[in-house]
């Protein structure tokens, strides 16, 4: 178990130094996001890289080790800050979020009731999102909202995933004037993906 997750932080290492190249490479998505922005010179960046976006699919050998004690407290503090108004800043933007978009998330990763999951589903997909990348990513930050100590890394990791494949999926139009739910989504999931690969 302890070599899983130091597995998971030397992939995040790794991919730290070619977060900006995998963003422009041959996955056909042209990921910048609005001008300016603060990550990787305006970029999107997909969560983890080869850590993250290839758990389960061959590339990074599976689920993650459970033992991680920091991946709960972090769902949790993130849960709280975002349900009770706090003023959240993009990592990608160096923006304030709008705080209804970070209230429909705080709602959505600390509650995933149906018409959470609805309300982000609904502004993703009238932003150009494709549905099933959205349902996906949607349906997966519900699910944070019941883990257990033991099931919150994969549950991270999970949502991690989904996220990198919306992003994949997405017009450069769309990234380059993301919906502020999108932007809220990415908020809330950096933390929870430090607390894992850190």
């Given amino acids: 178990m302890k070599s899983r997750i130091l597995n998971v932080v030397a992939a995040a290492a790794i991919t730290v130094s070619a977060s900006a190249l995998y963003a ?20 999107w960046v997909p969560f983890g890289g080869g850590g993250i976006a290839n758990r389960g699919r061959g590339g990074g050998g599976g689920r993650v080790g459970n033992a991680n004690p920091n991946a709960a407290p972090a769902i949790a503090n993130v849960a709280a800050s975002f349900s009770n ?15 209804a978009a970070v209230a429909q998330i705080g709602a959505l990763i600390s509650g995933g009731s149906p018409a959470s999951v609805a309300q982000v589903s609904t502004a993703l997909q ?3 999102a494709a549905p099933a990348q959205t349902a996906a990513l949607v349906q997966a930050l519900a699910a944070l909202a019941n883990v257990s100590a033991a099931s919150a890394p994969q549950a991270i990791v999970n949502a991690a995933q989904a996220f990198n494949a919306l992003v994949r999926s997405l017009s450069a139009s769309f990234l380059a004037n993301p919906p502020a739910d999108f932007i809220a989504i990415q908020a809330a999931l950096a933390p929870m993906v430090a607390s894992i690969t850190h």
Wanted: charged share 5%; net charge negative; aromatic share 0%.
């Fill in 126 to 128: 009238a932003a150009g």
């Fill in 85 to 99: 108004g706090s003023p959240q800043t993009s990592p990608a933007t160096g923006q304030t979020i709008p705080p």
């Fill in 24 to 43: 422009q490479s041959g996955n056909g998505s042209d990921v910048s996001g609005p001008p300016g922005g603060g990550v990787a010179g305006g970029t």
